[in-house]
């Protein structure tokens, strides 16, 4: 244990969570979500259904998912989402694109095993076959994200010493399913249909800290944004916070060669680490 | 058990709390540490402070407390509180204003016996005698309330079924708090802070629902407000939702002569007999 670790988080009273990628595993879970339900669907064309069900690269599917959401929460922050539009709908509205429009991991076996047999054609099979029905099963697999291995007794060990709660772009109806399924202990749930932005809005950190009574000059650094994206981690140093990265996801940001950027205070493996400096 | 209460409870999605009077028990917790507060102050005339140790009536003290917080709730509601003043500034200047001005229970032997040593004068005492640092301790016993004997089991019981958070006036930090020391199992915080207002403006329970994507004229009854105060849950009527009277809580509301109004679904004892309608 660093003794500069504890002292950083001596100051810290609120912790604030990144949510998607920080303390759940959406690659996973949404990858399995998609090739089960792509596993129980009935396309006659049996070329067609076996390039979806045995050649077709479900993860990639997923992250260019994930890509979509983020593109579109970074132009609502920037335009202050005026139609008040949900991480939900979000969800929607990029999987409708999605299948409309299948998209292929660049240089892969399974890619080109799809695109022989044509994309648009590949496309236009499950468009019809998966209907309305099935998209919502699939946007409601969001919900139900499954926690890393360290985030459940890692949060239940800092709840212990600090008020900790989310601060997410995702909507509080979403927040509140995931954390009763994956048991994500949180004193508080901050949302973006809450607050009315997305991060990384300054606006999003600085109600956040407003709420608890943090004042933004004098006592930023008692609110603490953790995080496994560098840009959350940029956008509340700004505000003044204390500013952690986890840095064993794999699916999210690595350190950059350099090393550690000068907006990070602390970096740790995991939550259970962090919770290790407490004293 | 009333098959009616379980048919109004199945259609029921969401639940949201008042807390002050309904989950925990302001009076109590409050009357206390008033009396540990004065029990453990030096006034140099003994007459004077034996007159605030043995016979004040320090309950009567927090009953009005408690009135100031609800007339500038309902004033801020009706104004739209333009300054966002929270309701740990509104206690802490109740506070002032009840120490500054003593209130007697009329026609008590206590409130006599105070007012035999000259009101003005024991206020005056008082005043000096009760520091910042006192007030500001005192004022944080809001934070730390008790809850009632079947407020944390059934909170428990109805979180397996349902989802669950508080509606109140209070603020975040003070719920979140509350929360922590009480033990209470909340899925979700829903404040006056976070909500730009107060009950009974229909603002406060029409965003709550949005927040669970609960359409205002179809689907309102799956939003069930739970409170032991008849305002509270006429407003909640008014904006579609599904009414359960808490009838068992000394201090607050009790039915009226002529029953059960028209805007109360279901009244149940308390939020263990609310939990038995769940099939």
């Given amino acids: 244990m660093s003794s500069e670790g504890s002292s950083i988080m001596d100051r810290v009273e609120v912790l604030y969570f990144d949510v998607f990628g920080t303390v759940v595993d959406y690659v996973d879970t949404v990858t399995k979500a998609l090739r089960w339900e792509i596993a129980n669907t009935a396309i006659a064309d049996a070329s067609v259904l076996q390039a979806l069900q045995q050649d077709y690269d479900w993860r990639y599917f997923t992250l260019m998912w994930r890509q ?30 999605l299948i409309a429009d299948l998209p292929l991991a660049p240089g892969k076996e399974s890619s080109r095993a799809v695109a022989h047999h ?44 600090f008020k900790l709660g989310t601060l997410t772009n995702g909507n509080l109806n979403l ?15 901050l949302t973006a249909d809450m607050m009315g932005s ?13 709420l608890f009574d943090i004042q933004l000059e004098a006592d930023a650094h ?17 505000c003044g916070m204390t500013t952690v990265f986890i840095s064993s996801r794999p699916t999210e940001d690595q350190l950059p060669a350099e090393g550690k950027p000068g907006y990070v205070d602390l970096v740790v493996a995991d939550l259970l680490e962090l919770a290790q400096f407490i004293r």
């Avoid at 019809?128 to 360290?150: I, K, M």
């Avoid at 927040?175 to 749930?189: C, P, Q």
Wanted: aromatic letters at 8%; glycine letters at 2%; proline letters at 3%.
């Fill in 68 to 97: 979509q959401y983020k593109l579109e929460t970074k132009r609502l922050a920037d335009i202050g989402n005026p139609d008040k539009v949900t991480v939900d709908q979000m969800h929607m509205n990029a999987l409708n694109r």
């Fill in 175 to 189: 927040m509140v399913d995931m954390a009763k399924h994956a048991n994500l202990a949180w004193d508080f749930v």
């Fill in 118 to 161: 044509a994309t648009k054609a590949v496309s236009k099979a499950l468009d019809q076959a998966w209907t309305q029905d099935v998209r919502e099963r699939l946007n409601f697999t969001w919900h139900l994200l499954e926690p890393w291995a360290d985030s459940v007794a890692g949060l239940q060990a800092l709840k212990a010493h």
């Fill in 222 to 238: 008692k609110a603490c944004m953790v995080a496994a994206h560098l840009y959350d981690l940029e956008a509340a140093k700004a």
């Fill in 198 to 210: 997305f991060k990384p809005d300054p606006l999003m950190y600085r109600k956040a800290m407003q």
